[in-house]
């Protein structure tokens, strides 16, 4: 099932009615709130004999009493021939003025239930509900997979403004809105005569007078057993008809009490339906919960919100949509590329390839991964597939493996290429799928399977140079990456390392232009960010953004980099001679599994060079002085200890718990900061024991060192990189 497609077009659809019923809903829910400010309540205990006492002593021809669902007592009586209807103070029984239900929530409510369209619309509000209950549904699972899973769904949510209110609204409210339109078809079932409430007749009772007086109501000892929490109703008998009796109503049920002897007549038990009904009713509403009224309204308000930040994402992906230039048809082509992609970026490359392989002379059709299939002109077929979530398909091809599977094969080669993020535990693990499903049923290869990390352009080049040498063909693959919209940047400070020890190197400070909300709504201007995150610097005269560790978060009000000098390097270049205001053009690339996620735990920071950057980044924004032990290494302390005086200033506030250096170009310098990790390991055990989460940051080199050397401290806790990853404990951010 197509969730997002039927979460798509269900909100853009009906989701105006929805806003309507959410709205209106809304407004309903001030008048609980509003009636259980002004309401004088009686005591729970209070005897309903003793209500019925102070009430005749004040209104003598009362001939109804009802517990309004605020608690309030209100009286319906006659004055003469005018009917009469007020509320009553139950201490006393004096009349505190007229009662009457506002003008406001009744059209709001004829509204809210039909539409304003009588039985027809009934339907309508009822169809409505069940729409907003589908809606509910689709947005858990889409919710589930944009997070990963029910254990990272209080994870920071990435995205722009739009997205961001969308998720994090829905994760707030979406129990609630589900719970609402649930209710509501409950109440309908009542409301269009699909339930009855109660199918019995009422008993045919009479009081029989037998020469007894009547007894005063305050007399009866069934409306003394009766307390005011339980009361609904109360009518009172005709003064006309001596046969006539009292009927009393209650949450359990209603009776029929004689008026001369007080005995009880009858007795019906409320049934399960009515009480499923008042449930439903109080859930709905709020009426007698003014505290749950409060949060009905604060949900039914979220509706417009929830609407307004959907058509915006719409509006946003529809501009962003894929769009292939040249494709050849399927019946024609010889190649055939076929992509799933989540994001939309897989296809950038997907136009890449297919543009190479139609300068080297073929016709290549390009397609969605859900429409596999081959054709007697097909020759190649390359599956371009990214991984979504926890190792899951993108949302447009969900079921393209089962598809897959009931082909038959054909004697045609099928090369897989995967994308996806090497922080994540399952990298690349739908494309791995992909590739085992096809050799399973037969599918052989030109290539073998090959994954690409961060869609790296360099990689993907790499891979056309494999490719054109399996084809025997000149196949070029120069990858232009689809750069998001960009925002400018302007140098505010910068702090210059020499170049004694290698390249020269820089920390950079950029402010970034004010933008509106409208520009943040629509994904544009700079998205918000957190230390461990990627810019993407555009360079001018070229159109491939490189990217750099953000050692700063959105609210540190400042975005901060860390740039070494690379030979021949275009953009290193131009960011290291930029002076105070001189300009940079860039987008922000959220990096979420690198980031830090909420937590106590001890935090191990490990990082050399340059990859202290986000490090010092996390630092910085430790607030809460969870325990962060960072290990840096480097060259030379005169040189290159990148943010060395505010790291020194961040050990004395707490900010960070422990510092070790090394530096190795240095006489007793340490070595490397693998050397410091085995001094340490006895620490490193401890930390990892009570749950540390571990962040690398640096060369591959060093990388790879540093997981080699904390397998060999980890071993006797039976404890690997590999298990820490597994357990989303350990990330790498590597160059």
């Not at 048809?329 to 590329?337: E, K, N, R, Y």
């Not at 995967?418 to 085992?436: I, L, T």
């Not at 200033?649 to 085995?678: C, D, I, P, Y």
């Not at 540093?706 to 071993?715: F, G, I, R, W």
Request: glycine content about 10%; some cysteine; proline content about 5%.
């Amino acid at each position: 099932m197509r969730w997002r497609a039927i979460h798509r077009w269900l909100g853009l659809t009906l989701g105006t009615l929805a806003v309507v019923l959410g709205v209106t809903g809304a407004i309903l829910a001030i008048d609980p709130m509003q009636q259980a400010w002004v309401a004088t309540t009686a005591p729970d205990d209070l005897p309903v004999a003793t209500l019925v006492e102070r009430v005749l002593h004040n209104v003598p021809g009362a001939e109804e009493i009802r517990r309004l669902p605020s608690g309030a007592i209100a009286v319906f009586s006659f004055a003469g021939d005018q009917p009469q209807a007020s509320y009553v103070d139950p201490a006393n029984g004096q009349v505190l003025g007229a009662w009457q239900a506002s003008a406001l929530p009744r059209w709001v409510k004829y509204l809210h239930r039909s539409l304003l369209l009588g039985d027809v619309g009934r339907w309508g509000a009822a169809g409505v509900a069940l729409t907003m209950g589908l809606l509910c549904v689709s947005a858990l699972v889409l919710v589930l997979r944009r997070m990963g899973g029910w254990r990272r769904l209080a994870a920071r949510v990435r995205g722009s403004v739009a997205q961001r209110i969308h998720v994090v609204t829905g994760r707030v409210v979406l129990a609630v809105l589900c719970l609402t339109s649930l209710t509501a078809l409950t109440m309908s079932a009542s409301t269009l005569g699909l339930v009855k409430l109660d199918t019995r007749i009422e008993p045919e009772v009479l009081s029989v007078h037998l020469g007894k007086p009547e007894l005063p109501g305050a007399q009866l000892a069934t409306l003394k057993g009766i307390a005011i929490r339980d009361f609904r109703k109360l009518n009172f008998p005709d003064t006309t008809d001596p046969e006539d009796t009292w009927k009393v109503a209650t949450a359990q049920g209603q009776g029929w009490i004689d008026r001369y002897s007080g005995q009880m007549l009858a007795w019906q038990d409320t049934t399960l339906a009515q009480r499923v009904y008042d449930l439903a009713a109080v859930l709905h509403t709020g009426e007698a919960a003014w505290p749950w009224a409060l949060v009905l309204g604060f949900v039914g308000a979220s509706v417009l919100l929830f609407w307004l930040s959907g058509v915006v994402i719409w509006w946003h992906a529809r501009n962003q949509a894929p769009h292939i230039r040249g494709s050849t048809p399927l019946a024609q082509a010889d190649m055939v590329i076929f992509v799933a992609s989540e994001g939309g970026s897989t296809w950038g490359f997907a136009q890449t390839l297919q543009d190479a392989l139609s300068q080297a002379g073929h016709r290549v059709h390009t397609s969605a991964l859900e429409k596999f299939r081959t054709t007697p002109a097909t020759r190649q077929v390359f599956v371009l597939a990214a991984t979504y979530g926890e190792g899951q398909a993108p949302a447009h091809a969900s079921h393209a493996l089962e598809h897959i599977t009931k082909l038959d094969a054909k004697p045609v080669p099928v090369t897989v290429l995967g994308f996806g993020d090497r922080q994540f535990p399952v990298f690349c693990a739908f494309a791995v799928a992909m590739d085992q499903t096809l050799r399973a049923q037969g599918w052989s290869a030109l290539l073998p399977l090959e994954c690409i990390h961060q869609q790296s352009a360099q990689q993907f080049a790499r891979w056309g140079v494999a490719l054109a040498k399996a084809l025997g063909e000149p196949v070029v693959l120069e990858h232009v990456p689809r750069v998001p919209p960009t925002t400018g940047l302007t140098l505010i400070a910068r702090q210059d390392y020499p170049a004694g020890t290698g390249q020269a190197t820089a920390i950079l400070r950029f402010a970034w232009l004010a933008q509106g909300l409208d520009a943040r709504l629509r994904g544009k201007g700079l998205a918000r960010f957190t230390a461990g995150d990627l810019v993407g610097i555009v360079p001018p005269g070229s159109a491939v953004p490189r990217y750099y560790s953000l050692a700063s978060g959105w609210d540190d009000g400042f975005l901060e980099i860390c740039v070494r000098q690379m030979p021949g390097g275009l953009c290193s270049t131009h960011l290291l001679t930029l002076q105070i205001g001189g300009c940079a053009t860039a987008f922000i690339r959220p990096n979420p599994g690198f980031t830090l996620p909420r937590t106590r735990r001890p935090v191990l920071l490990i990082g050399a060079g340059t990859g202290v950057a986000p490090l010092a980044g996390f630092i910085r924004r430790n607030d809460r002085r969870r325990p962060m032990h960072l290990y840096f290494g480097g060259r030379d302390p005169s040189q290159d200890f990148y943010f060395g005086p505010e790291i020194q200033r961040w050990l004395g506030e707490k900010r960070l718990a422990t510092l070790q250096t090394v530096f190795s170009r240095v006489a007793n310098g340490g070595g490397h900061v693998q050397n410091a990790l085995r001094r340490d390991a006895e620490h490193l055990r401890g930390w990892v024991k009570q749950g540390a989460v571990v962040r690398v940051c640096g060369g591959r080199a060093m990388a790879q060192g540093v997981a080699e050397t904390l397998d060999e401290v980890l071993a006797p806790l039976q404890l690997s990189v590999a298990k820490l990853k597994a357990q989303e404990r350990y990330a790498e951010d590597v160059f």
